[in-house]
């Protein structure tokens, strides 16, 4: 057997292996051997052997028996989500999240640290210090960590080595290692609103094409093109907060004057009103003068963002981020406002709301390595 041979040979038990494991993935019922023999169409033998050495790991279980049909009830195999974790961590202005996510991309803990950002070493100690202490509060093997990723309100160059800006932050042109220099774990860095379009995208709540508006203390998006990220020659697209909405408009983070972010940032709804999230939308319910002023002047600016987005992609808009969850009531209102822009007939439907929430970030860029070691295994 020559070289080449072997080394063929070993890449095709390689591909049964990630192909076995992948059948196993992400199913509402457990499968038999047969299942998998079947479903994937290779033999008994290969099936048994990779069953056996993915057993052996850990990551995956028998885990109860299926119904007979006569003669000996087939044993049901699923994967063992506990086998390994990813942690994602979440930098905004007042403080850090940190949220842990297992194979079946499911949270297994969360914890917010209030830490305001800061530009500095200490900073990133801090960071790295309080990571540690979630682990052991958390009580995480480290042992079974895939990685740490970290999602903040800015651009990420391509590379991944470098913050480009981040005006929430007042960070421009920093290197990473910033960030990741005092974590002694594998890290990855990525944008906010893309790692929540990642996680949006992971839960089955889109489309081929669409696109992804991030509503927080920044206005960001992602954007998914027949199924897969577009993120533009610069690594830039979805940057909807800074598309201009009122020329010559409010000053916005970045510096320049009438980004929607300068109109649709969560700020808008609590810190202009010293009020958190909750205390806003109680006093929305309750009809306060103050926040239906505010809320109105809000979703005015949102559905002409959204107007925006629509008629330039023609494809569905999903609204995530911190006031996600409270969204869904003022679908009617939104699409009211979208129907008075369009020159078109807006077929419904086209707007979604996230199902993950304010945590969408925080999950999204920790999937980065459960999907890694998922085409890995």
């Not at 594998?186 to 696109?211: H, I, L």
């Not at 969408?360 to 998922?374: D, E, M, R, S, Y």
């Amino acid at each position: 057997m020559t070289g080449t041979e072997k080394i063929s040979n070993s890449r095709v038990r390689r591909i049964n292996r990630n192909r076995v494991y992948r059948c196993l993935y992400g199913q509402q019922t457990p499968k038999t051997k047969r299942d998998i023999e079947q479903g994937l169409g290779i033999s008994m033998p290969t099936v048994t052997q990779n069953l056996k050495e993915l057993m052996e790991e850990g990551l995956i279980a028998y885990v109860g028996m299926q119904d007979s049909t006569g003669g000996r009830r087939p044993r049901q195999i699923g994967i063992v989500p506990a086998a390994r974790f990813a942690v994602g961590l979440e930098l905004s202005p007042e403080c850090i999240r940190y949220v842990a996510v297992d194979l079946a991309a499911q949270e297994i803990a969360f914890q917010q640290f209030d830490q305001p950002f800061s530009n500095t070493p200490a900073y990133s100690a801090q960071l790295a210090s309080q990571l540690e202490v979630f682990l052991d509060q958390s009580g995480l093997d480290r042992q079974r960590l895939l990685g740490i990723g970290i999602t903040l309100p800015g651009i990420v160059d391509k590379d991944g080595k470098i913050v480009v800006a981040a005006p929430v932050l007042g960070v421009y042109q920093v290197s990473v290692s910033l960030l990741t220099g005092h974590i002694p774990y594998p890290c990855f860095v990525q944008n906010d609103a893309t790692a929540g379009g990642f996680a949006e995208n992971w839960f089955g709540n889109v489309s081929d094409s669409m696109a992804y508006l991030y509503l927080g203390k920044g206005v960001g998006g992602a954007l998914m093109l027949e199924g897969k990220p577009f993120a533009g020659q610069s690594g830039r697209s979805a940057e909807f907060g800074h598309t201009c909405v009122q020329p010559d408009g409010a000053l916005c983070n970045c510096g320049k004057r009438g980004c929607l972010e300068a109109y649709c940032s969560t700020a808008r709804l609590t810190d202009d009103l010293h009020l958190r999230t909750e205390q806003f939308f109680s006093e929305l319910h309750a009809g306060g003068q103050r926040a239906l002023q505010v809320w109105n002047r809000y979703l005015d600016y949102l559905a002409l963002g959204i107007h925006n987005i629509r008629m330039s992609l023609d494809c569905d808009v999903l609204l995530g981020g911190v006031i996600s969850p409270y969204l869904p009531d003022y679908l009617p209102d939104l699409y009211d406002r979208l129907d008075r822009l369009s020159p078109f007939h807006q077929p419904g439907g086209f707007l979604k709301i996230g199902v993950c929430g304010s945590k969408a970030n925080c999950i999204g860029v920790a999937l980065h390595f459960i999907q890694q070691f998922i085409e890995q295994v």
